[in-house]
């Protein structure tokens, strides 16, 4: 089961992520965790989850490479979906393809924005998103990698986006650590009762 865990930087994504390994498998729950980049072919540079620094500073692919890129990822995850997304595993997502869309600078898109959209909604869905929110200067207490103005444009972006998806949750990311961490595993474990 697909569940993707996203929102700006700053909301504590992975640092959730990391926390929710020990309390879902204590649940019961196999647990996987999937980070953005797709890996099975374009091989991986660096640690998967490792902190980008300036996610605006390096200039956007051609467009030939960026669109290569798209669809390359979109037949990734339909591997993926086909071949290791059961129903006995939870298989969580730091970041989606759908992050693209909110932010192409960071991902160095430099395709048409509309061939990202349709591959976006050829995508294998996830069954849960989970938005990690809290208010801009929040979220630039914590990371400064991006200007106030980007952050809270992101940050609504995120928001709208959410909000047209069937099934998800919005965690209040400004609380401590634990709470948001126990709050997500809730919301998880509810889901997947309900779904079960």
């Known amino acids: 089961m697909k569940i993707v865990v996203f929102g700006p930087d700053g909301a504590g994504k992975s640092s959730v992520i990391r926390g929710l ?8 729950c196999v647990v996987k965790i999937r980070h953005l980049k797709p890996f099975l072919f374009i091989p991986q540079r660096g640690e998967p989850g490792a902190i980008v620094i300036d996610p605006h500073g390096r200039p956007p692919r051609s467009a030939v ?21 059961r129903n006995d595993t939870l298989l969580i997502y730091d970041r989606y393809y759908h992050d693209l869309l909110i932010d192409p600078k960071r991902y160095r898109y430099g395709g048409p924005l509309w061939a990202a959209k349709m591959v976006g909604k ?3 869905q996830p069954k849960l998103w989970v938005l990690l929110d809290a208010p801009a200067q929040v979220l630039q207490a914590r990371k400064q990698e991006v200007p106030l103005e980007e952050t809270t444009r992101q940050r609504q972006a995120y928001l709208s986006f ?4 069937r099934c998800y949750v919005i965690i209040d990311a400004s609380q401590s650590l634990n709470k948001v961490i126990a709050d997500t595993e809730h919301a998880i474990i509810n889901f997947v009762w309900k779904v079960a």
Do not use: N
């Open 21 to 28: 390994l020990g309390k879902l498998a204590r649940e019961g």
């Open 65 to 85: 490479f960026s669109l290569a890129k798209i669809f390359v990822w979109l037949l990734e995850e339909w591997c993926v979906t086909c071949f290791q997304d």
């Open 122 to 124: 050829m995508i294998p």
């Open 162 to 165: 959410v909000r047209d998806q």
